[in-house]
């Protein structure tokens, strides 16, 4: 029973292939070549996963990203509006990037690598810029990390003892 309720939970799940690198290592007789594929797997809900997979063919190494980036989901607070709570910046490596909650209609307006990161976690409108690096493995996951670093204002609220409209009420300076 647990693994049917498994496989329906991963039946709502999206993926998405950010990209694919061909690598090679040079040996004695020549050289031999390998994929390396960077999965995206997410609800659209809040839930998403980043996963990266090696192998000498395609279809496995994106097979091997998606099982990746199952074992590696997080929950992301999206608001009512389909955007972020508050502005943050995620690190990793020479990567950063800027992720900031924009209106109703804005959209997603983020660069290659990290828009199906925001689609798939069901960010709706959000405007981000990647910094330092141009380098897709790293810009996303700067992104992924700025994502983890969000909190909801409930969290923010539960974490100061204090309730979410006690939380605004002392900004009418």
Known sequence: MARNQRRNEDSDLQERVVFIHRVS???????????VAMV???????????????????????????????????????????????EVTGHFGAGRVLIKPAIEGTGVIAGGPVRPLF?????????????????????IKAAADGLKQLSSPADTAERRGLTVGEMFVG???
Do not use: C
Request: glycine share 14%.
């Open 25 to 35: 290592k040079v040996v004695k007789g020549g050289r031999r070549y390998s994929l």
């Open 119 to 139: 689609e798939l976690a069901g960010i709706k409108n959000v405007l981000s810029k990647s910094l330092g690096t141009s380098n897709s493995l790293n810009s």
């Open 40 to 86: 995206v797997v997410g609800d659209g809900k809040g839930n998403v996963g980043l996963g990266m997979g090696k192998s000498a063919e395609v279809p496995l190494a994106i097979q091997k990203g998606v099982d990746d980036a199952k074992k590696n989901m997080f929950k992301v607070p999206v608001t009512d509006s389909g955007t972020v709570p508050h």
């Open 171 to 173: 900004k009418e300076n």
